[in-house]
Every structure is written in C-alpha cells, then in structure tokens.
C-alpha cells in the first residue's frame, strides 16, 4: 500500500544516509594509505592512482606496529578472560543466590556504570603507582577490569534472573554445591551471554586510549591505538602512513563486527527484555 512505502523510505532514506556516514570515514582512510605523501598533498580526495602497499609494511614493521599489536592482543585477551569470570560469578550470585545485601551490591555495579573514568584516573594512577603497576602488563590489565566490570556483572545478571530458580534448585537438590551449580549448570548456560558480553569487552579494551595511556608510559609497552597516534611527529606528518596504521588497528574491529554481528546485537539488548 502506499502509505507503508512511503513508511519504508522514511525509515530506509536516514539510515542509508547514517550507512553512507559511517562507511566514507573508512574508505577515505584506506583511499590515504594507497597514497604516496606527494599524491596526498597535492589532492587528498582523488582516488588513489594505485595500490601501494609499502606503507602498511612501513607502518607494520618500521613504525613497530607489529610489537603493538602483540601488546594489545595480550592485554585484551587477559583482561577479557577476568572480565568474564569475575562478572559471571557475580552475575550468578546476584541473581540466583539468595543473601542479605544482593540489591544493594547490584545498585552499586549500577552506579558505576554512571562514573566517568575521567573522575577516577588520579586516584586509579596514584594506587597503581603506588602499587608498583604503572608501565606493567598486570597494572593494565586491572584497570581494565576495574572500568568495565560493572557493565559485565550488570549484563552478567540480566541474563542469569531470566534462568528459572527451579534449575538451580533441582541442582542443590541432586547434591551440587554452589561452585558445582555455577560450573554444571550456569555456566553453560550463559555460553551466550558469555560471548556476546566478552565481544564488547574486547572491542572497549581494544579501542580504549586514555586507561593505555595513563598505565603504559614507555614506548615499548604502548597499546596499538597509543601506537597509531605516535605515527604522527610533532613537527611533520606522514598522513598516508598514519592513514595505514589506522587501518591496521580498524581491521581485527571490523573483522569482529562483521562475523559476529549478531552477537554484539544480543549484548547490546541484553537485560533489556525478560523471559
């Protein structure tokens, strides 16, 4: 009928429009790193005459990409796998266990979702320093958990209440302990979450800057995002080969969200609908 075409192209013309928006930025970029520095200078917006690939090589190997990359993908796979066990323990306890204080404790994960990291970095750098894990791997790793689990045990307990009581009664019932309930039954059963919940983890310690940068000072611990940024000099810029290192970064991001798209749908809505 005409009136739900002319719904339809309401709806499809902004989005098209927000697509259109959201995709320029990254053909721009890989457009810039197919470019010589004298082709960029003498006009940024044409089409690339050719593809060149020797500035990806130069960003990847001479400007140590490669040893940033290797730094990131050890944080963010240690600081993930924490995430996930610290907020689905959590998850479980708030949710199915029965304790004095639960609401309380899971008022308080709420409440952290609300504090800018801004608003704690000078007392998180001062313990860490204090504590010996400024420029560590390990000091790193629990500012990261320190940020994002209150979002994890959020999601984390969202997903448990919609498990029936009954499941994990009949369990203590058969004789499981409460480790043997969260081994046996929950965790299985929160496979889904577990993945969807660790996907954006890793894309938010993956593009984090300002936690890398307050935590990792040296330039041989830097993060790959710290590292992109110091392909620029202070005084002259190699923009093509900046242009590479940003795609080198954007590349395990968009391989994640074109793969697994519809898990990171399901972890943006989680908690969001009961049953």
């Known amino acids: ?9 309401v709806a499809a013309v902004p989005m098209a429009v927000l697509a259109l928006a959201t995709i320029y930025p990254l053909v721009f970029t890989a457009n810039v790193a197919m470019k010589t520095r004298r082709d960029y200078i003498l006009d940024r917006f044409s089409p690339a ?5 020797d500035n990806l090589a130069e960003a990847w190997a001479g400007a140590g990409m ?52 801004q608003v704690i970095m000078v007392p998180l750098t001062r313990v860490m320093a204090d504590s010996g894990l400024i420029d560590t791997y390990p000091g790193l790793i629990l500012a990261y958990v320190a940020q994002f689990l209150p979002f994890t045990v959020f999601l984390m307990t969202s997903h448990y209440r919609t498990i029936p009581a009954e499941i994990v009664d009949a369990a203590r019932i058969d004789g499981n302990t409460v ?3 969260y081994r046996r039954i929950m965790l299985p059963l929160g496979v889904p979450a577990l993945l ?3 996907i ?8 984090d800057v300002l936690i890398s940068l307050l935590m990792m000072p040296s330039p041989e611990h830097r993060t790959l995002m710290i590292g992109v940024n110091a392909l620029r000099g ?9 242009a590479s290192g940003v795609l080198i970064a954007a590349v395990p991001v968009l391989m994640i969200y074109l793969f697994l798209q519809r898990q990171i749908a399901d972890g943006v809505t989680a908690g969001s609908t009961k049953g």
């Open 1 to 9: 009928m005409p009136g739900r075409r002319l719904a339809r192209w």
């Open 49 to 53: 005459g050719s593809l060149r690939w």
């Open 66 to 117: 490669a040893r940033y990359f290797v730094n990131s993908f050890v944080v963010v796979a240690f600081a993930v796998a924490l995430l996930l066990l610290f907020g689905s323990m959590a998850g479980f306890a708030l949710s199915q266990l029965r304790f004095r204080g639960s609401s309380v404790i899971f008022l308080g994960c709420l409440a952290g979702l609300f504090v800018p990291f």
């Open 179 to 181: 480790y043997g309930v």
């Open 196 to 198: 969807s919940v660790g």
């Open 200 to 207: 954006l983890d890793a894309l938010f310690c993956w593009n």
């Open 234 to 242: 202070q005084y002259s810029d190699d923009i093509p080969t900046f």
